[in-house]
């Protein structure tokens, strides 16, 4: 079955900088468009970035210039390289892929941004 597994996350200052990493298992990685999410506490979950199977990208409004996505597909791996980062990036961060017109999520890491 399709497993994600992020790692990565922690306690960072603001301006400081994380790399988050995204294991998948159970799909032929290098065919899917792989997603990062994450969910402030009190909010909605939201798209952050999304790479494509052909390593197109694209970024929400709030992270572009400061957040990274990237893939590595001989290790199964989905990267979110995130600088600058600002209070309002805290949130769990979530790895996402849809296969067969099925959603999959991973558990989620955390993201503390603060002082």
């Known amino acids: 079955q399709v497993q994600l597994v992020e790692s990565g996350g922690g306690l960072v200052q603001p301006g400081g900088s994380l790399r988050l990493s995204c294991a998948a298992s159970?799909?032929?990685?290098?065919?899917?468009?792989m997603d990062w999410y994450r969910q402030a506490p009190g909010k909605q979950r939201e798209l952050v970035a999304r790479i494509t199977s052909g390593r197109s990208t694209n970024y929400a409004d709030s992270v572009k210039g400061r957040f990274t996505i990237t893939r590595d597909n001989a290790k199964n791996t989905t990267y979110l390289q995130m600088s600058s980062l600002k209070l309002e990036d805290t949130a769990v961060y979530y790895c996402?892929?849809?296969?067969?017109?099925?959603?999959?999520w991973g558990k989620g890491t955390l993201v503390t941004v603060s002082s």
């Open positions: 996402h892929v849809v296969k067969d017109a099925m959603p999959y």
């Open positions: 159970g799909i032929f990685f290098s065919l899917y468009g």
